[in-house]
Structure formats: structure tokens, C-alpha cells
């Protein structure tokens, strides 16, 4: 899933499942890059962030600048912001890739959100107030998944809708890393089902400047249901030693998450005792890697790990694995969060078999509790099997329509807070809560291989 993004765990860049590009040309990283000053870099203890417990209401601003690096925030002029028509009207957005290979996991994120909704009736506050629901696609055809200039733009239309208090997405941390400064000044709490790159909300494990720098109002309105891959890339090391992994060639697909889960297992994966012999960072455009393949055939890897996802040609980077002759039997693949989607499978065919993933929960089927009902009754209403993230954005939904509960009226601030002050919250995934930085308190994630078409659990993971 664009899952994920994606850029640094403990690392230097990590998110999304997928994210803006790392501004650098393909390279080819040996196991001796990582000098010392690098780790311990990677091995810097996060602080809290402070945060300021009320703000006043700048004027909304408009993102400008879509290819901006991690370390600063888009570019941003003031808008106008609309009075709502009706204030017992409230509206809550999500901005997922409706367009694009993503299609199938974010219909189910839809779905999902549908779901919540449907349960009060799109109603908050003992019926006083009437909740309407948005939905914006922040893909295009011409790129094929999430486009920044299709991200911005929806940004600065939620912000200046004056009904909107709240917004669920993204799927990718390169797209969340240009609405979060947008929506911030706008005072609009942003919940997110699948964005992981720990940049955006942890101090210590992405840029210099992050996460300060994706909040320009001084206060937090990010936070995520999904643990961050800070956590995900080390128990994808810790998880491929448990299958027997002694030597791995590392690939990322150069952006905000997948380069930046990469550095996490890469580093975590030394740490743990497996051979790195070498990375790179390929061309998502390319038409076949067939030459790169036979390279690092060469250099007798048992697995090789792919930072990136479905959307950055994930398919065909398998196909090619397999096609020079390196079987399932003698090398296996795994990846992220990112890549744990039938849309992988439709576009590795049976080349897919065997693939493994890691995905930072548990996947629908294997919920207990409120999430087995949940599970059972978003089958009963869709007549289908929800993606991975569809219980996520579920619980984005309520997360949100719970802080409408308390507030009561068109208060963009105040349910901003209430959202950010979630505690021990019952629901799908569990109990759990945000923490100062936005982050969820859970920390269960799962092992997941491609087993006879179909993506089939192997376990959970655990964080040691």
C-alpha cells in the first residue's frame, strides 16, 4: 500500500506508503555506507515534542511547493475560508488514491468510513448535528497513484471549506507530508489509517527539522491508528532471521517511506546479523530490471528485501527476481506494509507466490473482540473481504466522530484537541491511545505471505 512511503525509523527517511522522491539518483549502497556517525544517528533517543495547548486561528494557507524535501514544508499563502451554510453541519474528508493501482485498498478505507458513519446515522450529538462525508481522490491518471500537485490542491479546498473539521488520510506519507502544514494552520484534525513514515510525527527519527517543521501553528493535528515504520522495518529484520535469512541485497524505490523502511531494516538487519551485500535504489519507471537482477544473483542473497510499494512496480521487480532464476526456494522476497495488497498480486501473478510482508496490525480476518464483529459486519454490508487498511480507516472515522460527540458544534480547534486527546479508546484494533506525538499506543504487527493466490496470515510480530 502506497503504505505505506515512505523514510526513517530509527533511520534517516521513512513513510507511506509512498512518498516524494529522496532527491537523489539511483545508487548502489554497499554493506560499508553505514559509518559510524550514520547509526548513531539511527540510535538517537526521541524527545517530546512539547505542544502548545490552544492556538489561535491563522488564516488557511495554500501548499505551493509539492516537491519539497523532508526537511521543510510547502510553500503557503493565505485563503479564504468559507462560512459554513448550515452550523449544525459538520463534514469530515478522506483523501486516499482513488485513481491508480490503490483503487482496491482505498474503496475498502471508503468502505470502512461509510461503515462508521452508517452506525449514527451520519448523525453526532443525540441528532443535533447531521455529519456529511467527502470523498477526495489524491491520485491521477497521468501519475498513476498519489500526485502532489493533486494533493495540495485538495488541501487548500478542505481547509477553505468552513464546514470541514475533520480529514482521514493519507495512505501515503509523502502526500500527508504536504496536507499536514496546510491543515495544521487550518486548525483541522487529520487522522490517518496508513501513513507510517516516522518523520511526521516522531522527533529523532527522520530529518534534522522533523517533525516541527509539518506544524507551523505550533500545535499538533496529525495522528495515525497505524504503527509508524520505525517499528515495522526492525521487526522485518528480527522476522526474516526467524525464517533463516543469513545474507540480503537491500532495494528501496527512493521515496519518503520505502527508502526510509529500508534504512530501518537495513540497519536493524546488521544489527541482528544478516549479511547486507549491498542496495540500491531503483527506477520506478523502468520497464524491466532484469540486469540489476542478474547482479545481485551473482552475489548469492537467501532474501531480498523492497523498500517501496504495489504502486512503484513492485510487480514487475518480482517478475524479474524470479525470471533470472532466482526460485522461491532459494530466494525470498519480503517487503512492507506497502506492497500487502491483492493489487501486488494481480501484478506479480504467480511470480508473487511466496512473497512476504510485513503489515503494521493485524489483518481483518485475524481481529478478536469488537474487531471480529466489525469484521463480520463489513463483509454482510460490501458482500466482500476488507484490504488491510479498511479497519483502520474504520477506526479513523470514529476516532473522529467521537471528538464531534464532544464538542457539539463547528469548533475546528476544539475537535482538533479532543481527536489529539484520545485514551483508551475501544475499538476495532483494541484498546489503545494517542500519544503526545499522535502515535497509537499499539504495537502488535503481523507476518504475511502470498500462499496460493491469496495474501495468508503467518503470524503476529511482536516489538521486543
Known amino acids: 500500500m502506497q503504505k505505506r512511503n515512505q523514510q526513517t525509523k530509527q533511520p534517516m527517511n521513512l513513510s507511506q506508503k509512498s512518498g516524494g522522491k529522496s532527491g537523489t539518483s539511483p545508487k548502489t549502497y554497499t554493506t560499508l555506507n553505514l559509518h559510524a556517525a550514520g547509526l548513531r544517528k539511527i540510535l538517537v533517543a526521541a524527545g517530546i515534542v512539547s505542544l502548545c495547548a490552544s492556538c489561535q486561528s491563522p488564516q488557511t494557507p495554500s501548499a505551493t511547493a509539492p516537491g519539497s524535501t523532508p526537511g521543510t514544508t510547502p510553500a503557503a499563502t493565505p485563503v479564504a475560508v468559507t462560512t459554513p451554510g448550515d452550523p449544525n453541519t459538520v463534514k469530515i474528508v478522506s483523501m486516499l488514491p482513488m485513481t491508480g493501482s490503490a483503487l482496491g485498498q482505498a474503496q475498502t478505507m471508503v468502505n470502512g468510513v461509510k461503515q462508521a458513519l452508517a452506525e449514527t446515522d451520519s448523525k453526532a450529538c443525540d441528532g443535533k448535528i447531521k455529519i456529511e462525508y467527502e470523498i477526495l481522490d489524491d491520485a491521477t491518471a497521468a501519475a498513476g497513484k498519489w500526485d502532489p500537485s493533486q494533493v495540495t490542491s485538495n488541501a487548500n479546498k478542505v481547509a477553505a471549506d468552513g464546514s470541514v473539521v475533520g480529514a482521514i488520510g493519507h495512505y501515503n506519507s509523502g502526500a500527508a507530508k504536504l496536507s499536514i502544514p496546510v491543515l495544521n494552520q487550518a486548525n483541522i484534525a487529520m487522522v490517518s489509517p496508513a501513513t507510517t513514515y516516522p518523520g511526521l510525527t516522531k522527533p529523532g527519527k527522520g530529518e534534522p527539522k522533523e517533525p516541527n517543521v509539518y506544524y507551523p501553528a505550533g500545535t499538533r493535528n496529525f495522528a495515525r491508528v497505524v504503527p509508524a515504520d520505525d517499528l515495522q522495518g526492525a521487526i522485518a529484520s528480527n522476522w526474516a532471521k526467524s525464517l533463516g535469512v543469513q545474507k540480503v541485497y537491500i532495494l528501496d524505490d527512493q521515496e519518503l517511506y520505502g527508502k526510509g523502511i529500508a534504512d530501518v531494516f537495513e540497519a536493524t538487519a546488521k544489527t541482528a546479523g544478516i549479511e547486507v551485500l549491498g542496495r540500491e535504489g531503483i527506477d520506478i519507471k523502468a ?7 542478474n547482479k545481485i544473483k551473482a552475489l548469492n542473497p537467501d532474501m531480498i528485501y523492497f523498500g517501496g510499494t504495489t504502486q512503484s512496480n513492485a510487480g514487475q521487480i518480482i517478475k524479474d527476481i524470479r525470471n533470472v532464476g532466482m526460485t522461491a526456494e ?16 494481480d501484478a506479480g501473478g504467480k511470480d508473487a507466490e511466496g512473497v512476504y510482508a510485513t503489515f503494521g496490525g493485524l489483518p481483518p480476518k485475524e481481529l478478536t473482540g469488537v474487531g471480529a464483529k466489525w469484521y463480520e459486519s463489513y463483509k454482510a454490508k460490501f458482500n466482500a473481504e476488507p484490504e488491510a487498511y479498511a479497519a483502520y480507516a474504520y477506526e479513523s472515522a470514529k476516532v473522529i466522530i467521537g471528538a464531534i460527540n464532544k464538542v457539539c458544534k463547528n469548533d475546528r480547534a476544539a475537535i482538533r484537541d479532543a481527536v489529539l486527546a484520545t485514551k483508551d479508546f475501544n475499538g476495532v484494533l483494541g484498546t489503545w491511545s494517542f500519544d503526545a506525538n499522535g502515535d497509537t499506543s499499539l504495537t502488535t504487527m503481523s507476518g504475511n505471505v502470498v500462499k496460493a493466490g491469496k495474501w495468508e496470515f503467518v503470524s503476529p510480530l511482536k516489538t521486543e
Open 287 to 293: 520497464s524491466d530490471y532484469k540486469a540489476l537482477m
Open 330 to 345: 532459494l530466494v525470498k522476497i519480503m517487503g512492507p506494509d506497502g506492497i500487502k495488497e491483492q493489487a501486488l498480486i
